[in-house]
């Protein structure tokens, strides 16, 4: 009988320890779900305040912009309003000082390498009353030129011969001299008399590759 009492005993200890076990088991679960879920949480709340603070900053930069680009155009109108430019030419006119300031300052240091088009203006401007232009050349290049993407001026070489009287020859040199676009004399070389001089020049002149502009993106970590 005794046996019997001892056996009804253990199992209602066993029972209880297995209810026991089960509600650790279930605590430590919730426990360990709730510390991953409140880490969850505070990790996307981070994000959350990273990316708002990243937001933020882009739409300030945004609004900066806009607001330059306003006062930017403003100044832009400006410059290009006045019916003389800066080198006194016409602004509306097609002659070789003509032209509003914006083109003026574009036809002075070109943002792409176009060799027949230096090599007209060249001639424009050589092209004086009593100078005979022999010859104007140098290397049309384009291939090489085209894979140069950095906004850096870059050298292109030419060279020019003419004759005519002493006076027409030094008012070409100050032509040279007086170019909207530089024009850098590397030598030159004089013969004959005052009645008609030979004149032959190498120099060069430059281009510089147009700077782009492009929108990004950033991961917010």
Not at 139 to 155: F, G, H, I, K, R
Not at 161 to 182: L, W
Not at 209 to 217: M, Y
Request: glycine residues 4%.
């Amino acid at each position: 009988m005794a046996a019997k009492s001892y056996s009804l005993k253990q199992l209602k200890i066993d029972k209880a320890n297995s209810v026991i076990v089960g509600m650790t088991s279930a605590a430590v679960f919730i426990m360990i779900f709730s510390l991953i879920s409140c880490k969850s949480l505070l990790s996307q709340r981070s994000y959350n305040s990273r990316l708002g603070t990243a937001q933020q900053a882009s739409l300030d930069k945004l609004k900066a912009d806009v607001s330059a680009e306003n006062v930017l155009f403003s100044h832009y109108q400006t410059f290009i309003s006045p019916s003389q430019n800066i080198i006194n030419g016409s602004s509306s006119g097609s002659g070789v000082n003509d032209g509003n300031n914006a083109q003026i300052i574009l036809d002075a240091l070109p943002s792409q390498y176009d060799f027949p088009a230096l090599v007209t203006s060249m001639q424009a401007l050589l092209n004086r009353e009593s100078v005979k232009l022999d010859s104007i050349g140098g290397s049309d290049n384009e291939l090489q030129y085209q894979t140069n993407t950095a906004p850096a001026s870059v050298a292109i070489p030419i060279s020019f011969s003419m004759d005519g009287p002493y006076q027409s020859i030094e008012n070409v040199i100050t032509d040279v001299q007086n170019s909207i676009r530089p024009i850098q004399i590397q030598s030159m070389q004089l013969s004959g008399d005052e009645s008609d001089i030979q004149l032959t020049v190498t120099a060069q002149t430059f281009y510089q590759p147009e700077q782009n502009f492009s929108i990004t993106q950033k991961a917010v970590q």
